[in-house]
């Protein structure tokens, strides 16, 4: 996890928002150019909605979601953490748009993912997130380390690892207002990886995500709410639009929790953008009136957090 020393910033008030991004088909020009139009919207046709200070959008939104597509989408980005990056030099177009958005419009953003191309090994294929502060540079990366092996007979299956390789760190980043700790999708499902981040310091955790209409209704809201109960943090997740005429029908319902575990926000199915308005207010008052994050018995079972190699 990057920045690991250093203390995690208050948290403060600030808002966020979702964008459901719809119309992802075959040609990764219009589909950028269309992220790129919604991400413009996001920011200054927010209505009563206060600016958003941050913006995210979904799991694989450059790109159709399938095994079969990332090897043709896949992009090299080049960035290592710690390493001098220049985003508009970056051999991915995704890149060089989502740090040009967040530049134009000084926005914090969280570019969703897309399917990556190691630089070093072009065997590699990863599912990976990137992140820019206001001034556009790239602060940030989280490759997916839990890959969407699974198969429910007569439902779905789905076997990302047929092409994808599991990212192996955990990732977060500060701004002004808030650490923000990532996950991609799946990830959700792994207590650990939002507990670690919550014992890091983050006070919101992030998955861009496409959940499907067999495991949506059953585990969308309840991992989410799961995640921020057990940690006492927001957690949001953004999903695409769904597309019924697309290879992968994702559940939508782009979503923000807080850290009693109440939903303040849910998007529909279709393309859509959704605000809310992150009250530091409410972790403060959840942890004091139900104060489990001083109540653990590490005397008794160990602390995960502990034990994450970087
Ligand atoms: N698409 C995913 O990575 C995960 C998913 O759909 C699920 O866990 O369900």
């Given at each position: ?7 995690a ?14 119309n992802?088909?075959?040609n990764k ?16 046709n ?5 600016r958003p200070?941050?913006?995210v959008?979904?799991e694989?939104?450059?790109s159709p979601?399938?095994?079969?597509h990332f090897p ?8 290592t953490?710690?390493q001098?990056?220049e985003p ?5 177009e995704s890149?060089?748009?989502l740090s040009?958005?967040a530049?134009e419009l000084?926005t914090?953003l ?5 399917p990556?191309?190691?630089?070093t090994?072009?065997s ?8 820019y502060?206001?001034?556009g ?16 007979p ?13 990212g ?5 980043f500060?701004t002004e207002?808030a650490?923000?700790?990532l ?8 207590p650990?990886l939002?507990?670690?981040a919550?014992r890091?310091?983050?006070q919101?955790v992030?998955?861009p995500g496409?959940?499907?209409l067999?495991t949506?209704p059953?585990?969308w ?6 995640r ?5 943090v927001f957690v949001?997740?953004?999903?695409p639009?769904?597309?019924m005429?697309?290879?992968y029908?994702a ?16 998007a529909g ?7 809310a ?5 409410t972790?403060v ?6 104060p489990v994050t001083?109540q653990r ?6 602390d ?6 970087y």
């Amino acid at each position: 996890m990057s920045g690991l020393a250093k203390a995690a910033p208050a948290l403060k008030p600030f808002t966020l928002a979702l964008i459901q991004l719809g119309n992802i088909g075959a040609n990764k020009t219009d589909n950028l150019k269309h992220a790129r139009e919604m991400i413009h919207k996001a920011v200054t046709n927010h209505g009563e909605k206060k600016r958003p200070d941050l913006v995210v959008l979904p799991e694989c939104f450059n790109s159709p979601y399938g095994v079969n597509h990332f090897p043709q989408y896949a992009e090299k980005i080049g960035y290592t953490p710690g390493q001098p990056f220049e985003p508009e030099s970056s051999e991915s177009e995704s890149v060089r748009m989502l740090s040009a958005a967040a530049k134009e419009l000084k926005t914090w953003l969280i570019g969703g993912s897309i399917p990556e191309r190691d630089t070093t090994d072009d065997s590699k294929l990863y599912n990976t997130c990137t992140v820019y502060n206001p001034q556009g540079d790239l602060v940030a990366m989280h490759r997916k380390v839990h890959l969407f092996d699974i198969d429910i007979p007569g439902k779905i299956t789905f076997k990302e690892s047929e092409t994808l390789t599991g990212g192996t760190t955990l990732n977060f980043f500060d701004t002004e207002f808030a650490r923000i700790g990532l996950g991609i999708c799946y990830d959700v499902r792994f207590p650990e990886l939002a507990m670690i981040a919550a014992r890091r310091g983050c006070q919101v955790v992030v998955y861009p995500g496409a959940f499907n209409l067999t495991t949506g209704p059953l585990h969308w809201e309840l991992l989410q709410r799961s995640r921020a109960n057990d940690n006492q943090v927001f957690v949001s997740m953004c999903s695409p639009a769904r597309d019924m005429s697309a290879g992968y029908h994702a559940w939508g319902h782009s979503m923000v929790v807080d850290p009693i575990g109440k939903v303040l926000v849910e998007a529909g199915e279709g393309e859509e953008i959704v605000y809310a308005d992150i009250d530091a207010q409410t972790m403060v008052e959840t942890r004091k009136g139900i104060p489990v994050t001083t109540q653990r018995r590490f005397d008794v079972y160990a602390d995960v957090s502990a034990e994450v190699l970087y």
